[in-house]
């Protein structure tokens, strides 16, 4: 079956440093991939659509400044969280689309603690 | 409003009950439906598509009333493995934007 990654699985770093996190489709090209995030006992909330070769697409309220998207490849794309701090640790989640199927494969996820 | 809704629950059921969850959902443009499974700090997996007929997977029976906004999901036969939050999915009219309810807590004890 499509298989998606997500590298690191955690991370833990300091209040002012960026996080790079990369989610990769194995298995399947994927033009399209999906960044969500998602708090304790809250429900996936998607931040933006990341689009092989072109910018992304940014959900309300979420600043794209501060959530860098880099979809270089059908098969990769990288969140990087800017100049994290305590506020932005969250659990954050990759997805994407298999073919013209409507079902999402989703990453295993990253879960981000800033100090 | 949120756009889709669910009981938060917890559900507290004994090994073998029969459990059913509900969703409400807000888009009445909305194409596709779902019921996603996510086990504590895992990410979802999809566990059944919601067609309007009506699908059923072994245990699992899910219905869809588009009228109503509603969807369901049955659990017949619980099982301790079955303990788990149960998301219902939506997607949006238009592109492939999936919109969350904030999950349905299921606890199967023995």
């Known amino acids: 079956g499509a298989v998606v990654s997500q590298h690191p699985s955690w991370v833990i770093c300091k209040s002012g440093t960026s996080v790079k996190i990369e989610c990769r489709s194995l298995d399947f090209q994927a033009t399209t991939m999906f960044w969500y995030r998602q708090f304790p006992k809250q429900s996936l909330m998607l931040m933006a659509t990341?689009?092989?070769?072109?910018?992304?697409?940014?959900e309300q309220g979420v600043e794209k400044d501060k959530f860098l998207i880099n979809h270089a490849s059908l098969t990769l794309s990288t969140l990087t969280v800017t100049s994290a701090h305590p506020e932005d640790s969250s659990f954050y989640i990759c997805s994407a689309f298999r073919g013209s199927s409507y079902e999402q494969y989703f990453g295993p996820g990253t879960r981000l603690t800033v100090t | 409003r949120k756009e889709v809704e669910q009981d938060p629950g917890p559900f507290n059921v004994p090994e073998g009950a029969t459990v059913a969850f509900n969703c409400t959902y807000s888009?009445?443009?909305?194409?596709?439906f779902f019921w996603y499974r996510q086990d504590c700090r895992k990410e979802p997996k999809l566990l059944m598509s919601v067609y309007s007929s009506g699908n059923e997977d072994g245990r699992f029976t899910a219905q869809l009333n588009r009228a109503s906004q509603y969807i369901s999901l049955l659990i017949r036969d619980s099982k301790l493995s079955d303990s788990a939050t149960y998301l219902c999915?939506?997607?949006?009219?238009?592109?492939?934007?999936?919109?969350f309810g904030a999950g349905t807590i299921l606890r199967v004890k023995s």
């Open positions: 990341s689009n092989e070769g072109s910018k992304a697409t940014y």
């Open positions: 888009n009445s443009a909305s194409q596709s």
């Open positions: 999915v939506v997607n949006e009219e238009y592109g492939n934007k999936l919109v």
